[in-house]
DNA sequence: TATTGTTATACTCTATAACTATA
DNA sequence: TATAGTTATAGAGTATAACAATA
């Protein structure tokens, strides 16, 4: 157990992380925000989904994503399909445009990332990944799906960012 | 030098810890906001100072700082004094109330991480404070230091012109 | 009656720009 | 003219509550 001083001062780096979060906001493509970018990205990695679904990877409120998903919509980057299953529901898939929207998101953030942390080995950035996730985790957090991040690239039918 | 996938994850763990943030945010004491806290952690840990070396503290503009002093300083929790050096500047002063309030916050802060983090060690903790530490490092002055994007691949996007 | 999703409303945080007071 | 700080305005993100459609 960790004492009272490291608590505190990982509230501070916790509050202060913001400011790298409004860094890698400002080199967003036009009308594509932090919460688009989000929905576009999880998509990309857990393929289609319904509202709740994507609300739970989110960790945010149904009615948030609901606001993220119009938006991305409207903006002919995702469809919203009826589900056979249960017709309250929606299924969410991207669109091309989507897949290519996403593709640039990619492209910008692993430019700025490469910038950024130029000086940084392999293993710091793994250290970095795993911890936050477990942070993530032990915060109660349902986001923790098995996300194949290793590198499963066994086939390219799916939606899989389009990366190399 | 790090993978392209891997800086993806990272983009996603950045995007993602806002939901321990509002987690954190979730356990304030009435009246005091996430900005304000912010406030009062950061004048309790460096002591007095002036605006623009606080807004340079918490690497958001000082117009935002200015509403969040206010807020503060409204509640009787800083009190802000002339610079005799300088009639423009204003020094930035914790209260006895602003001390009491500073301890209620580190009180729910501590506890509430003790209890999401009740199985991680000491040196677990350490490690993700210094991967955050150093993070905001890396990011540095974002704020003076625009990125220059990479070409787009083939279609021509309505990107910001130049920006210079 | 419970659940899925949308919409209305309100609040927090932030940046830009215009403004003042002083250097 | 330049700097320290304030205020007005606008935009993004979020949560709560009321609502509609379906289970």
Redesign the pocket.
């Known amino acids: 157990m960790a004492e009272r001083a490291q608590f505190e001062e990982l509230a501070r780096q916790l509050s202060a992380v913001?400011a790298v979060k409004?860094d890698m906001g400002r080199i967003l493509p036009p009308d594509c925000?932090?919460?688009?970018a989000a929905v576009l990205t999880l998509l990309g990695r857990h393929g289609d989904m319904?509202?709740?679904k994507l609300a739970e990877l989110l960790a945010?409120?149904?009615?948030?994503?609901?606001?993220?998903?119009?938006h991305v919509a409207a903006r002919g980057w995702i469809e919203?399909h009826p589900?056979p299953a249960?017709?309250?529901?929606?299924i969410l898939r991207l669109t091309p445009a989507g897949l290519e929207q996403l593709d640039e998101l990619s492209r910008r953030t692993t430019h700025l990332l490469a910038e950024r942390l130029a000086d940084w080995t392999d293993e710091d950035v793994g250290d970095l990944i795993r911890l936050m996730t477990r942070l993530r985790a032990s915060f109660g957090d349902c986001r923790s799906a098995p996300l194949r991040l290793p590198e499963p690239v066994s086939e390219e039918t799916t939606r899989t960012p389009a990366s190399t």
Request: aromatic share 0%; charged share 35%.
């Open positions: 913001g409004r925000p932090a919460g688009s319904r509202m709740s945010v409120d149904m009615s948030v994503t609901s606001r993220h998903v119009a919203r589900d249960d017709k309250r529901s929606r």
